[in-house]
């Protein structure tokens, strides 16, 4: 079966440092795979999204996370990070062939910033 | 682009009433719709898919008399909390995609609703 796993619940860098948060994907075909960002009592927001192509794709706010299909792994990362990046982080995946391409999430991660 | 509204964002209701919950895609049409409910530091729990003009398919667990959802049109998707308890207290967020069926289009996210049952 299909899973999402997010090492680490909770994330904590100092303001300016790298984040990197990482997801691992159990899959006999590559998915698409997807990073949003949950702001608290908010809806998700699109980070960024792999389909195909390139596999270093750039998001919004900075981010980026490349596909390694050797690793099954899609982690996220943002060189500097800023006290606004504080949030609940999900990856998830979906599948073209797979009932109506819902998606499978992580359990999150939740990235703290220190000043 | 791709705005998704959800609406009311907090509801406050005694055990017994029944709570309708609007999802509407803003500026783009949503074939597909989804409802999730997230719990307290969890992630999020995917109750039905819905697709315009048919009915909803309910993931396993989730009561569909319970929890009703309409699709009637392109850009409105609705869930209906039928007697709720106390049990039902959550944050549900609805989602919507443009394309298809199997697409490979993001899901957009409403900003979620928060329902207390007293």
């Known amino acids: 079966a299909q899973s999402v796993t997010q090492l680490g619940s909770h994330v904590s860098v100092s303001e300016g440092a790298l984040v990197l948060l990482r997801c691992n994907y159990s899959?006999?075909?590559?998915?698409?795979l997807f990073w949003y960002v949950q702001y608290p009592n908010q809806g998700l927001q699109l980070l960024l999204k792999?389909?195909?192509?390139?596999?270093l794709v750039k998001g919004i706010n900075g981010f980026e996370a490349e596909f390694k299909k050797s690793e099954t792994s899609f982690h996220l990362t943002k060189p500097s990070a800023h006290m606004s990046d504080a949030a609940e982080y999900f990856c998830?995946?979906?599948?073209?062939?797979?009932?109506?391409?819902?998606?499978?999430f992580g359990q999150g991660t939740e990235l703290s910033v220190k000043p | 682009g791709a705005v998704v509204s959800q609406h009311p964002s907090w509801v406050i209701c005694k055990s017994g009433t029944s709570v309708k919950i609007e999802c509407r895609s803003l500026?783009?049409?949503?074939?597909?719709m989804f409802w999730y409910r997230q719990f307290p530091k969890q992630s999020l729990m995917l109750m039905a898919t819905?697709?315009?003009?048919?009915?909803?398919?309910?993931e396993q667990g989730v009561e569909k008399d319970k929890f009703l959802i309409n699709h009637a049109s392109l850009t409105l998707s609705t869930l209906t909390v039928t007697s709720a308890h106390p049990e039902d207290s959550s944050f549900y967020i609805c989602?919507?995609?443009?394309?298809?069926?199997?697409?490979?289009?993001?899901?957009?996210f409403g900003d979620g609703t928060r329902l207390s049952i007293l």
């Open positions: 989602s919507a995609r443009e394309g298809r069926l199997f697409s490979n289009q993001p899901q957009h």
């Open positions: 899959s006999s075909v590559p998915p698409y």
């Open positions: 792999y389909t195909t192509g390139a596999t």
């Open positions: 998830a995946v979906s599948f073209s062939y797979n009932q109506g391409g819902k998606l499978i």
């Open positions: 500026d783009f049409q949503a074939t597909t």
């Open positions: 819905s697709n315009e003009g048919s009915k909803a398919t309910y």
